[in-house]
């Protein structure tokens, strides 16, 4: 049985040290930032997204339990936000740990998630999607999520 447990200060710390490289790498590959700059720029957005770590206002973020195997094995961070016509939730970050995927446990992850965004008051659940990331696309098409806009890019010789 798959549960959504508050994440701890200990695992936010350790998320927060990998998720800063891993977004600032993501970046680098889809064009928005230099080598060069792509570490700080990432530092930056998740200071300015996370202010108070954890308890950040609004924000919502778990560890991904397996509870009959009595192990964590993902991350799932989303957010109030108000961007559109009415407040919605934003789902910011979603990963299961590499030997737990193409378990299901991404898709439980955002069922539960579901629960407590309704449990908000909330209607909608939007996110982003980097387009090189074939596997999440797929799942997010099979949970009913929609395209809303999407960017492309050419890169010539």
Not at 75 to 94: G, K, Q
Not at 99 to 111: D, E, I, L, P, V
């Amino acid at each position: 049985m798959t549960q959504l447990v508050p994440m701890t200060e200990e695992q936010f710390e350790q998320y927060l040290n990998y998720s800063i490289r891993e977004y600032a790498e993501e970046h680098i590959k889809g064009g928005r930032w230099t080598a060069e700059n792509a570490y700080e720029e990432s530092r930056k957005e998740y200071q300015k997204l996370l202010p108070e770590g954890v308890q950040s206002p609004d924000n919502y973020l778990y560890s991904i339990y397996d509870a009959q195997r009595g192990m964590h094995v993902g991350i799932l961070w989303f957010a109030r936000v108000t961007w559109s016509a009415e407040p919605m939730a934003f789902v910011y970050d979603v990963k299961i740990d590499e030997a737990h995927r193409r378990h299901g446990y991404g898709s439980q992850a955002f069922q539960l998630m579901e629960e407590k965004v309704r449990e908000l008051g909330l209607s909608s659940i939007g996110l982003h999607v980097f387009g090189h990331n074939k596997e999440a696309i797929q799942m997010y098409e099979k949970l009913g999520y929609v395209p809303t806009n999407i960017n492309m890019r050419k890169i010539l010789a």
